[in-house]
């Protein structure tokens, strides 16, 4: 007599979470959040540009641009995300939150510039670059959620100059000054 249950098999099939099914979507995300950006400044007087360092003598950047830089941002934190979660499984659910908690600090920092409060967008911007000693921030999803959060503000290609600052410094302490001191502390023990 056939049973008709299957034989089983050595590895089953591991099913992909929700958040790790909607990972890939990243660039999808990004483009039409800059849709909705250059469709509203379109509506309202025109595509912007910023200029570097809020000087009208430097150069000023489209927020054209935004069609590029975020979807790039997108994919590379889509990629980096799902590489992630291939090896863990709470690892996409951790890339979601690091997405987030990046977009709050983004938008944050965005609505006190707009408002005016110039020493409450350095201390969120301080703070962030403070976080980057402890956290990873510089993984794209936090660059990307970062973006996202600044680009209604300030388009796309300036806040991704301010990430990368805080990346570089994230960079640093992770993978030269953490090593260091626990070569150091491993010496001193010894």
Known sequence: ??????????????????????????????????????GWEHTHGGVRSHHLLARADLPSVSNWWGL???????????????????????????????FAGALLVGAALSASFITGHASAASGIFLAALAAGL????????????????????????????AASIGAAISVVAHFLVRPGLARLLRTARA
């Open 1 to 38: 007599m056939t049973s008709l249950i299957p034989p089983a098999t050595k590895e089953q099939p591991m099913s992909k979470s929700t958040i790790t099914r909607l990972l890939p979507y990243g660039p999808v995300m990004a483009l039409l959040i800059v849709a909705v950006h250059l």
């Open 134 to 161: 402890v956290l990873p921030t510089y993984r794209a999803e936090y660059i990307f959620g970062f973006v996202s959060g600044m680009s209604f503000v300030l388009g796309s290609v300036l806040p991704t100059i």
């Open 68 to 98: 590029l830089v975020l979807p790039i941002l997108g994919w590379l934190a889509s990629r980096s995300a799902s590489r992630r979660a291939a090896l863990d499984s709470r690892a996409a659910a951790r890339s979601m939150a690091a």
